[in-house]
């Protein structure tokens, strides 16, 4: 069994995934594309190379960071490479490892998904290409993960004005 405390990081990440993968299947951590481009770990699995980042919250509010993780995910399709992104506010659980690897293994994790953090930064900080991220990303979570995410939001409006918190579109998911 994997232990997570606390939220999520890449460091965090980083170490859980190196307990579940075979050492000689980790590809690596910052693991360059080209001189000015990187991967944050690689690992394979069965002979399927995964590339993964973990995205903060400058994946949802900077199109040029979000125009560059695009062009790295055409690099690494064009290879036969698996592009995984885990979101800031998902956490790695017994769950999401199977949702996003299609790995089976335990992980304990005491850090519920979704904005929970204070200094999270929140959907309404969203630039339009990050909103519509979020949209599809959202959509597909298993749905426990959605419904902690939805849920985190709600607690969110509780505190802060709705304004603050959400984009408009997102009223469809029931906030």
């Not at 939001?153 to 579109?169: S, T």
Request: net charge neutral; with cysteine.
């Amino acid at each position: 069994m994997v232990e997570i405390e606390g939220y999520l990081t890449q460091e965090k990440l980083e170490k859980a995934l190196k307990q579940i993968i075979q050492h000689d299947d980790w590809l690596g951590r910052e693991v360059y594309i080209n001189r000015y481009q990187r991967w944050d770990m690689s690992f394979k699995v069965n002979n399927q190379v995964f590339v993964v980042e973990f995205d903060g919250d400058s994946h949802y509010r900077n199109p040029q960071t979000i125009r560059s993780e695009r062009e790295k995910n055409a690099i690494a399709e064009s290879l036969g490479q698996k592009v995984i992104r885990i979101p800031y506010w998902v956490q790695l659980t017994t769950e999401t490892l199977k949702h996003f690897f299609q790995i089976d293994h335990q992980i304990k994790q005491d850090f519920p998904h979704g904005f929970i953090d204070k200094k999270a930064m929140l959907p309404a900080s969203f630039c339009e290409l990050g909103m519509k991220r979020f949209d599809n990303e959202i959509c597909m979570l298993p749905q426990r993960v959605m419904k902690q995410v939805l849920d985190s939001l709600k607690g969110q409006m509780a505190m802060h004005h709705r304004d603050f918190v959400i984009y408009e579109r997102l009223s469809k998911l029931g906030l």
